[in-house]
């Protein structure tokens, strides 16, 4: 079965500064996508990164990049120039490129500090 | 362009108790998947809706039943409701492009109806 893992409940980082989110999976697939969530007070869900398998490059947006190591199941995300409005819970996902079914991540839950 | 709406926003029911909730998809989606956010986890899929028909369902008792409308529209239906029920639902709508499975159809969540089961 497909597993995500997230193993850091919380984090904190100081406004401007840099901080990198852990998250691991589990899966016998080769082809499937990995996705960063954030999910602020406001509870609704909104597609941070997303990353395809079979692509190599580490997927960028902006001050989001990941850092995908296919043979070691990891897909880490760093934040860059941190904000304040970065404040909320981070999760990672996984989905079978044929499947519907996407698992998530228990979350970590980011704090930004003026 | 508005995204995708969920209603009611909050709901208390007491045990054995039945619900509705509802879902409109984002413009131009087709596909309805429903999520069931417990407190301090993760969603967790329950199934997905395309074509009326639901397509896939994750490993959630036959009590979590679904409907999707002509109009993309959906509703979730939980009959007998547990204390384990109290969750954060989420709908995701996505459009469906095709049968090749090398195409990401990104889901659109709304903003969740918090259930609270007493």
């Known amino acids: 079965a497909q597993t995500v893992t997230q193993s850091q409940p919380e984090m904190s980082v100081q406004e401007a500064e840099t901080v990198t989110l852990s998250c691991t999976y589990d899966t016998s697939e080769s082809d499937y996508y990995l996705f960063w969530y954030k999910q602020p007070p406001s509870r609704q869900m909104i597609l941070v990164i997303r990353q395809e398998a079979y692509k190599q490059q580490n997927a960028t947006e902006n001050r989001f990049s990941v850092n995908f190591q296919k043979a070691a199941k990891s897909f880490s995300l760093k934040i860059s120039d941190s904000q304040l409005g970065d404040a909320a819970m981070y999760f990672c996902a996984y989905k079978m490129s044929n499947n519907n079914d996407m698992r998530f991540g228990a979350g970590t839950r980011l704090t930004v500090k003026p | 362009d508005a995204g995708v709406t969920q209603s009611p926003t909050h709901l208390i029911k007491t045990r054995g108790q039945q619900v509705t909730l509802r879902c409109s998809p984002k413009?131009?989606?087709?596909?309805v998947s429903w999520y069931q956010q417990a407190l301090g986890q993760g969603p967790q899929f329950i199934f997905q809706?395309?074509?009326?028909?639901?397509?896939q369902r994750g490993n959630f008792p036959d009590r979590f039943s679904g409907h999707q409308f002509p109009n993309y529209s959906s509703e979730l239906n939980v009959n007998a409701l547990l204390l384990g029920d109290s969750a954060l639902y989420l709908c995701?709508?996505?459009?469906?492009?095709?049968?090749?499975?090398?195409?990401?159809?990104?889901?659109?969540f709304g903003p969740g109806t918090r259930l609270t089961v007493l």
């Open positions: 809706y395309y074509e009326e028909e639901e397509r």
């Open positions: 995701a709508s996505s459009r469906r492009q095709g049968l090749n499975p090398r195409h990401l159809n990104e889901q659109f």
């Open positions: 413009s131009g989606h087709d596909t």
